[in-house]
């Protein structure tokens, strides 16, 4: 059992290092398919806060308009006036809701993106055990083979006379 020893643990040491290489796999892509959700995330929280700033741009526009060149027209237009600022709060409302929403998510999402990098780190680490494992097998088997080999070769002992 002693001379099996060291093949059976360079054979065990082999499948450990494919299943971490495997898991190594799993944890990248893990790894990507996280780092896809926060750029999406970013890239809707920016989009969401685009759509935010040319609401207030708007808003600001028509303060403006209705202090400049509607000013004298603002008896017959108030309503529709009143109308419009309302309709842009609410849109500003709703639009500062999604953005603390989105913004919300693309925490969530970064947080999921820091924990499969950690995971996908520690697949590395593991596999390069793994790997190091491998390396001090095949030596114990070279080291057997060759002990093996010198007691094969070595002269037999002369009878004494």
Do not use: F
């Amino acid at each position: 059992m002693q001379a099996a020893d060291p093949a059976r643990q360079l054979h065990d040491a082999r499948q450990l290092q494919r299943l971490r290489a495997l898991r190594e796999r799993t944890a990248m892509n893990a790894l990507r398919a996280a780092e896809a959700e926060e750029r999406a995330a970013e890239q809707t929280a920016q989009a969401r806060e685009a759509a935010l700033l040319r609401l207030q741009a708007r808003r600001q526009q028509l303060a403006e308009r209705v202090v400049g060149e509607l000013a004298g027209r603002i008896a017959r237009l108030a309503d529709c006036v009143s109308a419009l600022q309302a309709d842009l709060d609410d849109q500003l409302e709703r639009t500062e809701y999604a953005l603390i929403d989105d913004e919300e998510a693309l925490a969530a999402a970064r947080e999921k993106t820091a924990q499969a990098r950690a995971q996908w780190l520690r697949a590395v680490s593991q596999h390069g055990a793994a790997g190091t494992l491998v390396t001090e097998a095949r030596a114990a088997v070279h080291r057997q083979r060759e002990t093996r080999q010198e007691r094969e070769d070595a002269p037999a002992p002369m009878p004494t006379p």
